[in-house]
């Protein structure tokens, strides 16, 4: 049974820092993994994919600011997310991909306010 565990999230003040971490019960190597979200009233969101063979990809609105990184002997994911905005807020969920099956986590709520 996979499953993905997220942690990390929490309240902040706008141009604040994040770490999220998305810890998997299987084994990543060789997998798509990464971070949607989603805020009320708006559906959801993919945020940052990183790819098997090392490719990486940011949605323009978190281009610069967040980061993406995975340690596949840990089986975790993560993502860095600095200089965050009240926009930022979301629940934000980390995903996995093995090509023919994708898994979601729980999800962890982000507040960006003052």
């Known amino acids: 049974q996979v499953q993905l565990v997220e942690s990390g999230g929490g309240l902040v003040q706008p141009g604040g820092s994040l770490r999220l971490s998305c810890a998997a019960s299987?084994?990543?190597?060789?997998?798509?993994v990464g971070w949607s979200r989603q805020a009320p009233g708006k559906q959801r969101e993919l945020v940052a994919q990183?790819?098997?063979?090392?490719?990486?990809y940011y949605a323009a609105s978190v281009l610069g600011r967040f980061t993406i990184s995975r340690d596949n002997a840990k089986n975790t994911v993560y993502l860095q997310m600095n200089s965050l905005k009240p926009e930022d807020t979301a629940v934000y969920y980390c995903?996995?991909?093995?090509?023919?099956?994708?898994?979601w986590g729980q999800g962890t709520q982000v507040t960006v306010s003052s």
């Open positions: 995903w996995k991909s093995d090509g023919g099956s994708g898994y």
């Open positions: 299987g084994d990543i190597f060789g997998a798509y």
């Open positions: 990183s790819g098997s063979g090392g490719s990486i």
